[in-house]
């Protein structure tokens, strides 16, 4: 099973720039040894199961939970039995059709 996660968490009571407390999420993201794609506007991250990826945004929202007494979040899920490698895989595919893209 494949299950992509594609999400964005962050405190809305910190101002401006909340790159401090997002850099945290992502050094999680990073340890936690899924593969992932950090993107301008949130993250994706491959995992095998959905309580992989339900743990990842638990754990995102602990490293928040001190610092803000609000915290935003958008959340996207797709999941296909018998599959693996997709955050790759799908990039490949289009690739494949019109050639290579900005990554």
Do not use: C, W
Request: charged share 25%; glycine share 4%.
């Amino acid at each position: 099973m494949s299950v992509l996660l594609e999400y964005a968490m962050f405190p809305t009571d910190k101002g401006e720039s909340v790159s401090q407390y997002v850099s945290q999420i992502i050094e999680m993201v990073r340890e936690s040894g899924f593969p992932y794609q950090l993107t301008a506007m949130g993250t994706i991250v491959e995992t095998s199961t959905i309580e992989e990826s339900t743990e990842i945004v638990n754990k995102s929202y602990r490293i928040l939970e001190p610092y803000s007494n609000r915290v935003y979040s958008s959340i996207k899920l797709d999941i296909q039995k018998s599959k693996h490698n997709r955050l790759l895989s799908k990039i490949k595919s289009i690739e494949n059709k019109i050639g290579k893209v900005d990554k």
